[in-house]
C-alpha cells in the first residue's frame, strides 16, 4: 500500500510540472490534457493488459508529443523517468531490453531535433544506465526468491514424508508388539487358565476360584492393552500441535510456538483437543488470507486462573476494520460449546486472537 503511494504521488508530481509549465505558457491546454489523459488510462490499464510492454512504448511515444502543443520537453522529462523505472521493475529481460533500447532511441531523437538540451539527453543516458543495473538487481533477487520457495517446498515435502514414514515406523512397531503380546502373554494366560480349570475339581475350589478370577483378569487387562497399543495415538496439547506442524508444512507459513512450562502435560479431553484445533486452523487461514508476512506467532499456557490460554498473531496486510464473518463467529461458538471465550484485538500493525477454557469440561 506503501510503496503505490509513493508511486502515485511521484507521478502526480510528474504531471504537475506539465500542467504548471503549461498555465505559465501559451501551450494548447485541451490537447495536452488529451495526451496526459490517454497516457494515464495506459498507465492504470496495465495490470489487465497482456502486452504491457506495447503499452509502455505508446507512453514513450506520447510524451515527445507534448512539444508539439508548446510543452518544453524539459518539465516532461521527470514523467519519461518515472516510467522508464516503472518499465525497468514491471517488465522481463527481454521485453526490458526492447524497451530500454526504445527508450534510448528517443532519447536521442529528441537531442538531436534539439527538443531537449545536450546536459539533459546526458541526464537520461545516466537514467538509462542505472535502470539497467537496476534491472539487473532485480531479475537477480526474483531468481533468488523463486529458488528459495522451490527449495522450501521441496523441504516441506521432505519433512512431511519423514513424518509419514515416523508414524508408519511406529505403526509398524505397535503392530509387532501387540503380535507379540498376543502370541506370548495371551496363550501362557489361556494355558494356566485351562490348567487351573483342571486342577478345580480335585483341589479347593476357593483359592482355585481365587486364581483363576486372577487370571481372567490378567487376560482381559493383557487384551485391552494390546487393543490400546493398536490403536494408541498422540492425546492432548500434543496431538494438537502435530497436527498444526503438519498443516504449517502444507501452506507457507511459518509459524513460531510459545509454550509455557509444562503445558503439553494438561489434562483436556478429545472434544477440546478438537476445538482447539479447528480455532488455531481458522486463525492460521485468516493469517494467510489476510496477512502480507508469513510469520505467525502462537502462544499456548495457562491464566491466573489455571485456564488454558491461546493466543495467535500475525501482521495486518491493510487497515481494514474488523468483520465478524462465518469463521470468527464459529471459533467463538465452539469455544462456548466447551465453557471458554475468544476475544479479537485489532492494533495498527497485528491481529491477535486470544481465547481460553478449562482443563475439564464441566
Same mark, same amino acid.
Given at each position: ?9 511521484? +507521478? ?8 504548471? $509549465? ?8 485541451? /490537447? ?6 490517454? %497516457? ?34 524539459? =518539465? ?31 532519447? @536521442? ?23 539497467? &543495473? ?5 531479475? $537477480? ?5 523463486? @529458488? ?16 509419514? $514414514?515416523?508414524? &508408519? ?5 505397535? #503392530? ?14 489361556? #494355558? @494356566?487358565? %485351562?490348567?487351573?480349570? %483342571? ?24 487384551? &485391552?492393552?494390546?487393543?490400546? +497399543? ?12 502435530? +497436527?498444526?506442524?503438519? /498443516? ?10 510459545? /509454550? ?45 486462573? $489455571? ?9 495486518? +496486510? ?5 468483520? =465478524? ?5 464459529? %471459533? ?31
Amino acid at each position: 500500500m506503501k510503496e503505490l503511494l509513493v508511486r502515485l504521488f511521484c +507521478l502526480l508530481v510528474c504531471i504537475s510540472l506539465i500542467i504548471f $509549465q503549461l498555465i505559465q505558457g501559451a501551450g494548447h491546454v485541451t /490537447l495536452s490534457i488529451f495526451l496526459l489523459t490517454i %497516457m494515464l488510462l495506459l498507465y492504470f490499464l496495465l495490470p489487465l493488459l497482456k502486452q504491457a510492454l506495447s503499452s509502455y512504448l505508446i507512453i514513450l511515444f506520447i510524451i515527445p508529443l507534448l512539444t508539439l502543443v508548446s510543452v518544453n520537453l524539459v =518539465y516532461a522529462l521527470p514523467l519519461f523517468a518515472f516510467f522508464l523505472l516503472e518499465g525497468t521493475f514491471r517488465l522481463k529481460e527481454r521485453q526490458f531490453f526492447i524497451f530500454l533500447c526504445t527508450s534510448i532511441i528517443i532519447s @536521442l531523437a529528441i537531442t538531436i531535433l534539439q527538443w531537449i538540451p545536450i546536459y539533459s539527453f546526458l541526464l537520461l543516458i545516466a537514467i538509462h544506465v542505472c535502470c539497467y &543495473f537496476l534491472h539487473q538487481h532485480v531479475e $537477480q533477487r526474483e531468481m533468488k526468491d523463486s @529458488l528459495y520457495d522451490q527449495l522450501l517446498a521441496e523441504f516441506r515435502q521432505l519433512k512431511r514424508l519423514s513424518v509419514e $514414514q515416523e508414524e &508408519f515406523v511406529r505403526a509398524e512397531e505397535r #503392530t509387532k508388539i501387540a503380535r507379540d503380546i498376543h502370541d506370548s502373554v495371551g496363550h501362557k494366560l489361556t #494355558t @494356566l487358565l %485351562m490348567q487351573l480349570e %483342571m486342577h478345580s475339581i480335585t483341589n479347593d475350589r476357593v483359592n482355585l476360584e481365587d486364581v483363576k478370577q486372577l487370571a481372567r483378569e490378567s487376560l482381559e487387562e493383557t487384551r &485391552f492393552a494390546v487393543r490400546q +497399543l493398536k490403536t494408541a495415538e498422540t492425546t492432548g496439547i500434543q496431538s494438537v500441535l502435530h +497436527l498444526i506442524r503438519k /498443516l504449517e508444512m502444507e501452506s507457507r507459513l511459518h509459524i513460531r510456538f510459545t /509454550l509455557e512450562k509444562g503445558v503439553l502435560s494438561l489434562p483436556i479431553s478429545n472434544e477440546q483437543s478438537i476445538v482447539l484445533y479447528r480455532v488455531l486452523q481458522e486463525c492460521l487461514t485468516n493469517a494467510m488470507k489476510h496477512s502480507h508476512s508469513k510469520e505467525v506467532d502462537v502462544i499456548i499456557g495457562t491464566d491466573s486462573l $489455571q485456564q488454558i490460554e491461546f493466543e495467535v498473531k500475525n501482521k495486518l +496486510l491493510s487497515d481494514t476494520p474488523i468483520i =465478524y464473518g462465518f469463521g470468527l463467529t464459529n %471459533m467463538e461458538e465452539r469455544l462456548q460449546e466447551i465453557g471458554g471465550n475468544l476475544r479479537i484485538i485489532r492494533t495498527a500493525h497485528e491481529f491477535i486472537v486470544k481465547g481460553t477454557f478449562s482443563k475439564k469440561l464441566s
